[in-house]
């Protein structure tokens, strides 16, 4: 009887201990490497945005016709962002729906004749994201703020970015489009 007893309070007293290190892991607190793998989903998101195809796509066909819009040239996006919600869809496990609506403004994303369009760019930067360094300068409520230190490719002096995590439908994500960029 005594081993049982022994047994049940030592249950009594793990049990609570356990649930509380599963709540702490559940909680919604970001890791170093869910921040860095999440920021260069970011970047990979929003450069595939820019150039209107995303290369790991099955399947994609292109429509390399470009048109001017309000003195803009533009070229239609591929069959995996080819309407706005694909685009969405595509855009929304890595940014919040701010980001979303504010970026494609900001960069003129358009539907053109039932077409997603992108303005004509000219690609990316020489930021080298996966060398970045990176700390957390700002923790209020559901937001965190990471000040990152970026290297330049080219040897060039490391550029400063800040980048805030928002805690959207219980999942965190960037709130803006081009912020690894």
Request: proline share 4%.
């Given at each position: 009887?005594?081993?049982?007893?022994?047994?049940?309070?030592?249950?009594?007293?793990?049990?609570?201990?356990?649930?509380?290190?599963?709540?702490?892991?559940?909680?919604?607190?970001?890791?170093?490497?869910?921040?860095?793998?999440?920021?260069?989903?970011?970047?990979?998101?929003?450069?595939?945005?820019?150039?209107?195809?995303?290369?790991?796509?099955?399947?994609?066909?292109?429509?390399?016709?470009?048109?001017?819009?309000?003195?803009?040239?533009?070229v239609?996006?591929?069959?995996?962002?080819?309407?706005?919600?694909?685009?969405?869809?595509?855009?929304?496990?890595?940014f919040?729906?701010?980001?979303?609506?504010?970026?494609?403004?900001?960069?003129?994303?358009?539907?053109?004749?039932?077409?997603?369009?992108?303005?004509?760019?000219?690609?990316?930067?020489?930021?080298?994201?996966?060398?970045?360094?990176?700390?957390?300068?700002?923790?209020?409520?559901?937001?965190?703020?990471?000040?990152f230190?970026?290297?330049?490719?080219d040897?060039?002096?490391?550029?400063?970015?800040?980048?805030?995590?928002?805690?959207?439908?219980?999942k965190?994500?960037?709130?803006?489009?081009?912020?690894?960029?």
């Amino acid at each position: 009887m005594k081993k049982f007893i022994v047994f049940a309070l030592t249950a009594f007293l793990i049990l609570p201990i356990h649930t509380t290190i599963n709540a702490k892991n559940t909680s919604g607190d970001l890791t170093k490497q869910q921040v860095l793998t999440m920021t260069l989903q970011a970047r990979e998101h929003f450069w595939n945005t820019m150039t209107g195809h995303n290369p790991k796509a099955k399947h994609s066909t292109c429509v390399t016709k470009t048109f001017e819009y309000q003195n803009l040239p533009y070229v239609y996006m591929c069959s995996e962002f080819s309407t706005k919600a694909k685009l969405t869809n595509y855009l929304t496990p890595v940014f919040t729906k701010d980001a979303i609506t504010n970026g494609l403004k900001k960069y003129n994303i358009i539907s053109y004749k039932g077409k997603m369009a992108v303005p004509v760019g000219d690609g990316d930067n020489l930021l080298d994201w996966k060398k970045a360094t990176f700390k957390l300068i700002s923790k209020k409520g559901n937001a965190r703020t990471y000040e990152f230190t970026v290297p330049a490719k080219d040897g060039s002096p490391s550029a400063k970015r800040k980048i805030t995590f928002v805690k959207e439908n219980k999942k965190w994500k960037i709130n803006q489009l081009d912020a690894a960029i």
